[in-house]
């Protein structure tokens, strides 16, 4: 039964992962369409030859004795009729028929195709001639009309041909060129290439398309599935923050991952969440930024930090300049006060964003860091850390211990499921306990997935608070949790409190 339902699974993924391929390369199938199209009608166009057709009509009447009472002119004409149209290909073909053509032909040869077909009901038959050349075509044809009874006596009895509509030599070719057919081939060839290629980059993919795919991977809750929406940027403005007039799904969703952090961070001491990502581009900026205007229009007093130093972000988010002092400045010099470098928006949010560093590496000052956000804990209601991938820096890591939330952010079809399980565990062996994970930039075609959607993954419904919370694979008293083999009191946090 399991193995069934897994095969099930497995095909639903499998359509799903080519639907997005399809959403995903489209302008590809569109191209090779075009292309193909194009191509075969140039092919065809290339390839084509125009062919000539001359045909001559005639009847076929045999002698028979009058005295024959049982004798049918007509029967017997049709029968003969017939009887010279079946055997034509043998009588052309014959040595004596194709010496008498060559005689009469001008130039000795032809390169055309004769068939005959006899009327039906009738004793008339059709004599058609195909070339290349209209006049090797009409030559051909009036060869064979006088070769032909001097040939045909050897298969029936004294026939005698009369030409009914005699041969004329062809001007038009019967077979004019069609490009829109031929284009048309070609746009399907396209079309149905471009679905294979697709096919089998879904079926080769690697990445997680599914909040199962997402759950079975990391075994972690899934707080919250954020709609993929599209917005519409002002010329002169960058501000993408998320407003329930601009969508209301994404806002919807952020109102539930809001309730879920408040609920977390329930403890009056407990203000801080982080936010990181596997990698760049999975929309941790975006997720960081939302949630903190989310509180802020609940109420309450929030700041962002931005703490990925090689690619300071939250500024141009925002719409403002990126420029100024910022958190590495900070922690670089003791004597810059981070409420300097605090800015705020028109909605109320405040950050802290500078310029992006060169460096290569850069070492936290853990002491510093512990200053400012005790500074910071006593002026804002919640501080909210948006953090480098954790799978390229290891800054995210090595700030998770300030942070009494963590929030793992996953895009829908972008980092492969290994590279995700292995970011999530090095911050478990690193005694980073996550709070629940965001599966960001879902197609909103897949409504199940949604928050408020009489959802699976809805607040309060099976992959909620409740189910993942304290005493699972990664809760208190687990393997990766508090007294564990990589808890407090394990090898890799004793290493990290012995190094600083």
């Known amino acids: ?76 004409d049709q029968y003969a ?67 032909y009874p001097q040939v045909a006596v050897y298969m029936v009895d004294n026939p005698q041909i ?34 294979g290629v697709m096919f089998l980059l879904a079926l080769g993919s690697r990445t997680i398309q599914t909040a199962d795919e997402l759950k ?16 519409k940027k002002r010329r002169k403005e960058s501000n993408t923050v998320i407003s329930a007039d601009s969508n209301a799904n994404m806002s919807e969703s952020l109102r539930g991952l809001r309730m879920k952090i408040k609920k977390e961070l329930a403890d009056a001491e407990k203000k801080t969440v ?15 930024v939302n949630l903190a205007q989310s509180l802020v229009k609940d109420g309450h007093k929030v700041v962002v930090l931005d ?3 090689r690619n300071q972000s939250v500024a141009k988010f925002l719409g403002e300049k990126a420029s100024g002092d910022g958190l590495m400045e900070c922690l670089k010099n003791p004597e810059l006060s981070i409420t300097k470098c605090i800015r705020s928006t028109n909605s109320g949010l405040c950050f802290v964003s500078g310029r992006s560093t060169d460096k290569r590496q850069y070492s936290i000052e853990y002491k510093a860091m512990r200053r400012i956000l005790e500074k910071l804990s006593r002026e804002f209601d919640y501080i909210v850390l948006d953090t480098p991938p954790s799978e390229v820096v290891s800054d995210a890591t090595a700030l998770c211990r300030y942070a009494e939330c963590v929030v793992y952010v996953v895009r829908q079809d972008y980092a492969k499921r290994g590279q995700v399980l292995n970011a999530v565990t090095a911050l478990h062996q690193k005694d980073v306990n996550i709070t629940g994970c965001v599966f960001n930039g879902v197609p909103q075609f897949h409504r199940h997935y949604g ?24 809760g208190y008293g687990s393997k990766y949790g508090y007294g564990s083999k990589y808890g407090k009191y394990g090898k890799y946090a004793q290493q990290m409190e012995d190094n600083h």
């Open 81 to 147: 009729a017939e009887q010279l149209a079946e055997s034509f290909p043998k009588i052309l073909n014959t040595a004596v028929m194709r010496d008498l053509i060559e005689e009469k032909i001008p130039r000795g040869y032809s390169n055309g195709n004769a068939t005959a077909e006899s009327v039906t009901d009738s004793n008339m038959l059709v004599l058609t001639v195909e070339s290349n050349d209209p006049q090797d075509a009409y030559d051909y044809l009036c060869a064979i009309i006088e070769c």
């Open 216 to 231: 079975n991977t990391i075994n972690l809750p899934i707080l919250v599935a954020l709609p993929k929406v599209a917005v």
């Open 451 to 474: 928050y408020g959607y009489r959802s699976t993954y809805g607040y309060g419904y099976d992959y909620g608070y409740r189910k993942y919370s304290y005493g699972n694979k990664y």
């Open 1 to 76: 039964m399991d193995n069934k339902r897994a095969d099930k699974l497995d095909l639903i993924n499998l359509m799903i992962r080519f639907k997005n391929s399809f959403f995903q390369l489209w302008p590809l199938m569109l191209v090779m369409s075009i292309l193909f199209g194009v191509g075969s009608a140039f092919l065809a166009q290339r390839s084509f030859v125009p062919m000539y057709q001359s045909k001559a009509i005639f009847t076929v009447d045999c002698v028979y004795e009058q005295d024959d009472i049982f004798g049918n002119g007509v029967y017997y």
């Open 274 to 288: 982080l936010i990181t990502s596997t990698l760049a581009g999975e929309g941790k900026t975006t997720v960081a």
């Open 307 to 309: 703490a990925d130093f």
């Open 162 to 195: 009369k030409i009914v509509e005699s041969p004329t030599k062809p001007t038009n070719p019967f077979n004019a060129f069609s490009p829109t057919r031929s284009a048309a081939k070609g746009v399907i060839v396209g079309i149905v290439l471009s679905l």
